[in-house]
C-alpha cells in the first residue's frame, strides 16, 4: 500500500472515530444506533474505523453516514482526499430546485445568531421525518379524501 493510500485511509479512520465519539457523547447513540440513523452497517462503519478497506468507501454510503449525524459529507470527502467538485452536478446539468422550506432550515443550520439548541432541535425533527416508515399509499388517499 502506497504511503498517501495508507494516510487517507488513517484520515478518514479518525473523521469516522470522532463522528462516533462525538455521537455517543452528545446523544448518547451506541454503534447500533449509529447504524440505525445512518442506514451504514455496524460491520461496514467498524471496517472505516479500523481502515480495513481495499476499495474506497461508496460516496452514497458515506454521505448517508455523514447525514445521519448532521455532518457535512464535505469533510470525509477531505479525509479521504476526493474532489467534493467531482461528485456534484455536471456540466450543463443544473442541480435540481431545492424546496424553499428546506432552504430556510439549511439558513438557520448556518445562523450564527440560532442557537445550538435550536439546531440540534432542527436537526432531531429532520432525522425523524427522514427515517419514519412511509405510510402506505392508500392510507395517504383516505387521509386526504376526509375533509
Not at 493510500?5 to 484520515?11: F, M, P, S, T
Not at 428546506?102 to 448556518?110: P, T
Not at 436537526?123 to 379524501?145: F, H, M, S
Request: glycine share 6%; hydrophobic share 40%; charged share 30%.
Amino acid at each position: 500500500m502506497t504511503e498517501t493510500a495508507n494516510a487517507r485511509k488513517i484520515a478518514f479512520a479518525t473523521f469516522v472515530r470522532r463522528a462516533l465519539d462525538e455521537a455517543r457523547a452528545t446523544r448518547a447513540w451506541s454503534g447500533t444506533e449509529v447504524s440505525r440513523r445512518t442506514g451504514v452497517s455496524r460491520q461496514t462503519i467498524n471496517r472505516w474505523v479500523r481502515g480495513d478497506w481495499a476499495s474506497d468507501p461508496e460516496a452514497e454510503r458515506v454521505v448517508a453516514f455523514c447525514e445521519g449525524l448532521g455532518l457535512n459529507p464535505a469533510a470525509a470527502f477531505a479525509a479521504l482526499g476526493w474532489d467534493r467538485a467531482a461528485s456534484g452536478p455536471r456540466p450543463g446539468q443544473a442541480a435540481p430546485p431545492m424546496d424553499p422550506d428546506v432552504e430556510a432550515l439549511l439558513r438557520r443550520l448556518v445562523d450564527p445568531q440560532v442557537s445550538d439548541a435550536e439546531k440540534f432541535h432542527i436537526r432531531e425533527t429532520i432525522r425523524y421525518l427522514a427515517y419514519r416508515p412511509t405510510l402506505p399509499v392508500d392510507v395517504r388517499k383516505r387521509g386526504n379524501q376526509a375533509g
